[in-house]
């Protein structure tokens, strides 16, 4: 082998052996760098998977609220509503009272709780009260209980009062004292759900 093929050979052993170790640096810092990638892709993922958790439970949090506002604003509503409709009922109800006073059947109702009245109170000294509107009937249903009645000075609508002073005992039998037990057993529902 002569010099110049030595050089050569030389030479390209030189550059085989530098461009082997270039390719192994280069292959070196090719693998670090997707490992780095590697590493940065699961981190990006981690952080956005942990975003999007957050996000979805403030998502939530702000659903539930909306759905407690709207919820809480549904039963006031509802509440309104059941109100009214109560009123309207009680109203027809009162109505109903007002006529029902008209009839006979109300002048022999007023003298069977008057009847009971004086049954209850066996003997004891009593005040019957009536409406003022049922003045008209004062004088039938003393006839008909042989008891002396009195006027009220308030309007309790209908019916009767009855007052044992002695024993401190009212006998409530007005129409409007019914009325407002009434309304205020009153609930929408049936089986007591208001």
């Given amino acids: 082998m002569t010099l110049e093929e030595k050089i050569a050979h030389l030479q390209a052993t030189s550059m085989e052996e530098a ?20 590493d940065h892709k ?39 509503i059941q109100v009214e409709l109560k009123d309207k009922i ?7 009272a007002q006529d029902f006073m008209k009839t006979a059947a109300y002048e022999d109702y007023m003298a069977r709780s008057i009847r009971k009245a004086i049954s209850f109170a066996a003997g004891e000294e009593m005040t019957i009260y009536i409406n003022p509107t ?8 003393e006839e008909m209980t042989g008891t002396r009645l009195t006027v009220s000075a308030e309007d309790f609508i209908g019916g009767t009062r009855a007052v044992l002073r ?7 039998n007005s129409f409007k004292t019914l009325l407002r037990n009434e309304y205020d057993k009153f609930l929408f529902g049936g089986d007591g759900i208001a």
């Fill in 19 to 38: 461009r082997a170790e270039g390719n192994a640096i280069i292959d070196n810092y090719r693998e670090a760098l997707e490992k780095l990638l590697k």
């Fill in 42 to 80: 699961e981190e990006m993922l981690w952080q956005s998977e942990t975003r999007i958790k957050a996000e979805q439970s403030n998502a939530r949090h702000m659903l539930n609220q909306a759905a407690a506002r709207t919820q809480l604003e549904l039963k006031r509503k509802t509440g309104k």
């Fill in 90 to 96: 009680f109203d027809e109800a009162l109505a109903l």
């Fill in 134 to 141: 049922d003045e008209r009937l004062l004088t039938r249903l």
């Fill in 166 to 172: 002695e024993r401190n005992i009212l006998i409530d």
